[in-house]
C-alpha cells in the first residue's frame, strides 16, 4: 500500500510549531537538530527536499519574553515578524553544520489563486531544486491576515499541501504532536488505536478526527484530514506522523508502516 513512497524524490515535510518548540513556546534545539539532520542526509541522498515550518509565533514570543500566545493581531504580527527572524537564524546555523544551503518562501493564498504568481513560484521552486538548495516556505503572517478576505491560508497543514501540489511533490509528510489518525481521541482515551491506512475520506474518517490543538499551534487532526484532501486532489499520497522520533522518517520512506497514510486515491474510492 505504501510502495510508491519507497521510490518519492521530492518530498514535502510539514512540521507543526510543537514539533519544534517546548511547551513555554521557546526553541526545542535539540529536535531541530535532529529535524536538519535527516532532511540534510535526504537532501544528500538524492532526494529533493521542501520544509514547511510553523513556529514563527512561538518563537518570536520566546524573544520578545512573554508567555501567552497574543489575542490581538498586531501582537501576533508582530511575534512573527520576530519570530521568523529567529527561526531561520536557527535552520541556517543547523542546516549550514551539514552543508547545505536554504532558502526563505513566504507564501499568502494569492500565490495560488494567480496564475502569474504561481508561475512565478514554481520557477523559483525549480530554480532552487536545480542548484540543490532546500527551500523552508511558511505564511507570510506579518501581511497575510484574516481582515484581508482571500489572502490568509490559515494553518501550514493546508499550506503544505499546497506546496505539495505547486512543486509537483511525490508525498507530503506532516509531523506534529500525535501519531496519526487514531479511532478516538488519544488524549481523551489511552486504548485509542492508530489508524495505519485509509483508502477513502469518508463521513467515518472525518468523524474519527479529534482536536489535537495545542497553546502554540493551530489546527487538528480536521485540518490535517483536510490537507491530505487536498494532496489528494493533486494525486499526492500524505502520511500523518509523530514528531517525536524524527529519525521514523527514513522508516516512512521506506514505506514501513508508521503513521496514517492516506491514499493518493482516497477521494476517487468515495
Do not use: H, W
Not at 123 to 131: E, G, I, P, Q
Not at 180 to 209: H, M, R, W
Not at 236 to 260: D, F, M, R
Amino acid at each position: 500500500m505504501r510502495e510508491s513512497i519507497t521510490e518519492a524524490k521530492r518530498i514535502v515535510i510539514k512540521v507543526g510549531t510543537s514539533s519544534i518548540t517546548y511547551q513555554s513556546g521557546k526553541i526545542n534545539l535539540r529536535k531541530m537538530e535532529e529535524l536538519t539532520r535527516v532532511i540534510s542526509d535526504l537532501q544528500n541522498s538524492g532526494k529533493e527536499m521542501v520544509l514547511v515550518s510553523s513556529g514563527a509565533v512561538g518563537a518570536g514570543m520566546g524573544k520578545i519574553g512573554i508567555s501567552e500566545k497574543p489575542k490581538e493581531l498586531p501582537m501576533k504580527q508582530a511575534a512573527a515578524a520576530v519570530g521568523q527572524a529567529v527561526l531561520m537564524r536557527l535552520y541556517e546555523k543547523f542546516f549550514n553544520d551539514y552543508n547545505q544551503n536554504i532558502a526563505q518562501i513566504l507564501l499568502t493564498r494569492d500565490v495560488f489563486s494567480s496564475k502569474i504568481k504561481s508561475n512565478n513560484a514554481i520557477n523559483t521552486f525549480d530554480a532552487l531544486f536545480k542548484m540543490g538548495i532546500i527551500p523552508i516556505v511558511n505564511e507570510n503572517d506579518t501581511v497575510s491576515t484574516s481582515e484581508l478576505e482571500g489572502d490568509r491560508i490559515g494553518d501550514n497543514d493546508t499550506l503544505s499541501a499546497m506546496v505539495s501540489g505547486l512543486t509537483k511533490a511525490d508525498v507530503l509528510l506532516i509531523l506534529s504532536d500525535v501519531e496519526g489518525l487514531c479511532d478516538s481521541n488519544p488524549s481523551k482515551n489511552p486504548q485509542a488505536k492508530l489508524i495505519t491506512y485509509v483508502d477513502q475520506l469518508n463521513e467515518e474518517i472525518y468523524g474519527f478526527a479529534g482536536d489535537s490543538e495545542t497553546e502554540f499551534g493551530t489546527g487538528g487532526m480536521i485540518t490535517k484530514l483536510n490537507a491530505a484532501k487536498l494532496a489528494a486532489q493533486r494525486s499526492i499520497p500524505t502520511v500523518l506522523a509523530s514528531s517525536q522520533n524524527v529519525n521514523n522518517i527514513y522508516e516512512i520512506l521506506e514505506g514501513k508502516e508508521i503513521g496514517t497514510y492516506i491514499s493518493e486515491d482516497c477521494l476517487q474510492n468515495r
